[in-house]
């Protein structure tokens, strides 16, 4: 085992949050030991290039708020940005098409649901919601769709999640929130933040922290680093490993075991889940769907009965790729190591949502990609959202203990921010903040 020298900070995770407050702190003049498990930074950021196409293709983390630190981050280094504009095409059982915004579908239902919270003193799960609110069968079309964008976009379980926590985030950050793309890649942004750390922040990759001992101004964390057991030692310390990794028991490859336990967040860890995406990118000779009747506007479009009941483009809409997505409970139920299946589910899905046959989108298709963030060892899941009865979970696992040690990362990103470029990176900010003041008060 070999002994390092102390630093003052120590931050587990180069992702987003852990760059965000390496560089702050790095700023403030404190000293900085990053240590990333991947041999990659990024986190769930990940952005793949293909030789025959103009444009990166994401894995992971995508879409940039309309305002914010990640936006005025991006514009500042002058980095190209290209806004989504289009239309949201959605395929109906009976095989018709229709056009409409991205959630003014269900709007009405979500009013529905805000006037009986007004009078109710708790919280429900959506489906619990819907049940005592929604149940008039003129809202029957409205609430399937509800359920489609819960599971797709917030990649949710309906069942459990907080419709108090959905309501927030439908005001705040709603889908329409986020309509930008970096034309660089979403690895643009860690990028910068990595460009921007000081020469006191040390970063290692491969570097597998599985034992945090703390207490009040000391910190231990033992690391798996290049086959060698190193032990790091600080005054303080920041976690920003995925929520998944958090929950999970201590023995499980990619989490981590504390002395002590962090008791006082158990009940946060309780009220927080990890939603589950499976992304497939499929590359054609041409972008033949524009040509398709409903489709020459085509941002987005849906089929929400398929295994697949997402998809959109890129920018420029020339491209001649799709971007398809699954998420949620049924997310866990496809098996991904199988990619004769898989393609095959993507392709049933594509077509039908463009309304046509399965042999022509076989017939374009050049080349294809995936990724499933549940069998990334250091993810575990693609981002968090908040059960029934958990709109304080986040804030409550951010808070620091004993000025010493805390935890950022999405998860702890509330008003919305959550599964966010956004929120990783504010929280990344609010958890460097929160120890220089314990550092100097």
Same mark, same amino acid.
């Given at each position: 085992?070999?002994? &390092?020298?102390?630093?003052d900070v120590i931050?587990?995770?180069a992702g987003?949050?852990?760059?965000?407050? %390496?560089e702050?702190?790095?700023?403030?003049g404190?000293t900085?030991v990053l240590?990333e498990?991947?041999?990659?930074?990024?986190?769930r950021?990940?952005? /793949?290039?293909? +030789?025959?196409l103009?444009?990166?293709i994401?894995?992971?983390?995508e879409?940039?708020?309309n305002?914010g630190a990640?936006?005025?981050?991006?514009v500042?280094?002058?980095a190209?940005?290209?806004?989504?504009?289009?239309?949201?095409?959605?395929?109906? #059982?009976?095989?018709? %098409?229709?056009t409409?915004?991205?959630?003014?579908?269900f709007?009405?239902l979500l009013?529905?649901?805000?006037?009986g919270l007004?009078?109710?003193a708790?919280?429900l799960t959506l489906y619990?919601?819907?049940? =005592?609110?929604?149940t008039? +069968?003129a809202l029957?079309? !409205?609430?399937?769709?509800l359920?489609?964008y819960v599971?797709g976009?917030?990649?949710a379980?309906p069942?459990?999640?907080?419709?108090?926590w959905l309501?927030?985030v439908? #005001?705040t950050?709603?889908? &329409?929130a986020?309509?930008?793309?970096c034309?660089?890649?979403a690895?643009?942004?860690?990028?910068?933040?990595?460009?921007?750390?000081?020469?006191s922040c040390t970063?290692?990759v &491969?570097?597998?922290?599985? !034992?945090?001992?703390?207490r009040a101004g000391?910190v231990d964390?033992?690391?798996?680093?290049n086959?060698?057991?190193?032990t790091?030692?600080?005054s303080q310390l920041?976690?920003?490993i995925?929520l %998944?990794?958090l929950?999970?028991? +201590?023995d499980?490859?990619g989490?981590? =075991?504390f002395?002590?336990?962090? #008791?006082?967040k158990?009940?946060?860890l309780?009220?927080l889940?990890m939603g589950?995406?499976i =992304?497939?990118?499929?590359?054609f000779?041409?972008?033949?769907w524009?040509?398709l009747p409903d489709? #020459?506007?085509?941002l987005f479009v849906?089929?929400?009965e398929q295994?697949?009941?997402?998809w959109?483009?890129f920018?420029?809409a020339?491209?001649?790729a799709?971007?398809?997505?699954l @998420?949620?409970p049924?997310?866990s139920?496809?098996?991904t190591? &199988?990619?004769t299946?898989?393609?095959?589910?993507?392709?049933?899905s594509?077509?039908?949502?463009?309304?046509?046959?399965?042999?022509?989108v076989?017939a374009r298709l050049?080349t294809w990609?995936m990724?499933?963030?549940s069998r990334?060892a250091f993810?575990?899941?693609?981002?968090?959202y908040?059960?029934s009865?958990g709109l @304080?979970?986040?804030?409550?696992?951010?808070k620091v203990l004993d000025g010493?040690l805390?935890? %950022?990362? !999405?998860a702890t990103a509330? /008003?919305?921010?959550n599964?966010?470029?956004?929120g990783?990176?504010r929280?990344?900010?609010?958890?460097?903040d929160?120890l220089l003041?314990a @550092?100097?008060g």
């Amino acid at each position: 085992m070999t002994k &390092n020298e102390r630093t003052d900070v120590i931050i587990i995770g180069a992702g987003l949050a852990g760059l965000a407050a %390496a560089e702050r702190l790095g700023a403030a003049g404190r000293t900085v030991v990053l240590l990333e498990a991947r041999d990659r930074i990024g986190g769930r950021v990940l952005t /793949h290039h293909e +030789p025959d196409l103009p444009v990166a293709i994401e894995l992971g983390a995508e879409w940039i708020g309309n305002s914010g630190a990640v936006h005025e981050l991006l514009v500042l280094h002058e980095a190209p940005l290209r806004v989504a504009r289009g239309a949201h095409v959605m395929r109906l #059982s009976d095989g018709s %098409a229709v056009t409409d915004d991205a959630d003014s579908g269900f709007t009405r239902l979500l009013q529905r649901l805000r006037v009986g919270l007004a009078t109710f003193a708790g919280d429900l799960t959506l489906y619990e919601a819907l049940e =005592r609110w929604c149940t008039d +069968p003129a809202l029957f079309e !409205e609430t399937e769709m509800l359920i489609g964008y819960v599971q797709g976009f917030h990649a949710a379980d309906p069942s459990r999640m907080s419709v108090r926590w959905l309501l927030e985030v439908e #005001s705040t950050q709603s889908a &329409n929130a986020s309509e930008f793309r970096c034309a660089a890649g979403a690895m643009h942004i860690v990028h910068i933040l990595q460009q921007s750390l000081s020469s006191s922040c040390t970063l290692h990759v &491969n570097a597998v922290a599985h !034992e945090v001992r703390w207490r009040a101004g000391h910190v231990d964390v033992d690391v798996m680093q290049n086959d060698e057991l190193r032990t790091y030692t600080a005054s303080q310390l920041i976690v920003t490993i995925p929520l %998944a990794l958090l929950q999970a028991k +201590p023995d499980l490859d990619g989490a981590i =075991r504390f002395e002590p336990p962090l #008791s006082s967040k158990r009940d946060a860890l309780k009220h927080l889940a990890m939603g589950q995406a499976i =992304r497939v990118v499929l590359m054609f000779d041409t972008p033949f769907w524009q040509s398709l009747p409903d489709m #020459s506007d085509m941002l987005f479009v849906h089929a929400f009965e398929q295994p697949f009941p997402t998809w959109w483009r890129f920018e420029p809409a020339s491209t001649p790729a799709l971007v398809g997505w699954l @998420a949620g409970p049924a997310a866990s139920e496809i098996d991904t190591t &199988n990619d004769t299946l898989l393609l095959d589910l993507a392709v049933q899905s594509l077509a039908h949502a463009l309304g046509v046959e399965m042999g022509e989108v076989y017939a374009r298709l050049q080349t294809w990609l995936m990724h499933d963030w549940s069998r990334d060892a250091f993810a575990r899941g693609a981002y968090t959202y908040v059960l029934s009865g958990g709109l @304080a979970a986040h804030a409550a696992l951010g808070k620091v203990l004993d000025g010493t040690l805390v935890i %950022a990362g !999405e998860a702890t990103a509330g /008003h919305g921010f959550n599964a966010t470029m956004e929120g990783a990176v504010r929280s990344g900010h609010r958890a460097a903040d929160a120890l220089l003041d314990a @550092a100097q008060g």
